[in-house]
């Protein structure tokens, strides 16, 4: 079966949220994401922000949630490269029903790189 560009592309937009606001409202899966993901596997460059910034907060033992990556993002003055604070909405909404376990879609997403 011959997937699209313009389905591929929308697969990967889906997988990329749903994996990093899985992240952020469920921090165990992030000890998961550790040992599958690194920022080159994300292909947005407002993905690779939120994902390196998650994984900032974690090296400083710090608590993983949208409120403290908003945050540090804000901080850092990139809010506006990962849409402002409905950036981070957005990736929660992603999260919510995500039935498919997060090992399962990281790996899938590595595959298709």
């Not at 949220?17 to 469920?26: F, P, S, V, Y």
């Not at 994401?33 to 390196?52: C, K």
């Not at 993002?73 to 809010?79: A, Q």
């Amino acid at each position: 079966m011959h997937i699209s560009p313009s389905d591929e592309h929308e697969w990967r937009i889906g997988v990329e949220k749903r994996l990093l606001g899985t992240m952020m409202i469920e921090p165990p899966v992030i000890e998961t994401a550790v040992n599958l993901l690194e920022e080159r596997h994300f292909v947005f460059p407002a993905h690779r922000i939120i994902f390196r910034t998650i994984m900032a907060l974690r090296a400083c033992q710090r608590v993983v949630n949208p409120l403290t990556v908003r945050e540090r993002i804000r901080k850092s003055g990139e809010l506006r490269l990962v849409g402002g604070p409905n950036g981070i909405d957005e990736l929660i909404q992603y999260s919510h029903g995500a039935d498919t376990p997060f090992a399962y879609l990281a790996k899938r997403l590595i595959e298709r790189k």
